[in-house]
């Protein structure tokens, strides 16, 4: 576990709630998650308390383990069509390698059916399976 994901996830949950109540999520939530679903909490944490009203631990763990890091943005796409639309899989995905605004588009519309909240940040693409 990178101590950086963990020390910043630290630092924005005691802005959400006391330090000890934060101390004892940690301590449970890091024996729930894998290394991956933590360093995308980390990174999301705002967005996930900003998009979560009345947040507390259950609800966070529900989240967590609805979490996913990627290699990047096609990574996501390749892995989404595989789980929900297999047949059509490799032709999409060659439609998109070929055109970048499509992603982007693609990307926006699944956040904004809910589907998804993503964070793209150099070398990594966070992702929350919302619906």
């Known amino acids: 576990m990178e101590k950086n994901n963990y020390e910043n996830l630290k630092e924005e949950l005691t802005k959400l709630w006391n330090r000890e109540r934060a101390d004892n999520f940690l301590e ?15 990174k999301m944490i705002i967005y996930i308390a900003d998009k979560t009203p009345d947040l507390d631990e259950i609800k966070l763990t529900e989240i967590a383990n609805s979490l996913d890091t990627f290699d990047g943005s096609l990574e996501f796409l390749e892995y989404f069509f595989k789980m929900t639309q297999p047949d059509l899989v490799d032709s999409m995905m060659e439609n998109l390698k070929a055109d970048p605004e499509e992603v982007i588009d693609l990307l ?10 993503y964070l793209a940040e150099f070398g990594s693409f966070y992702v929350w399976f919302k619906g």
């Open 28 to 42: 449970e939530i890091v024996d729930k998650i894998d290394e991956d679903q933590l360093e995308c909490l980390s």
């Open 108 to 117: 926006e519309s699944m956040e904004d059916q809910g589907i998804i909240e």
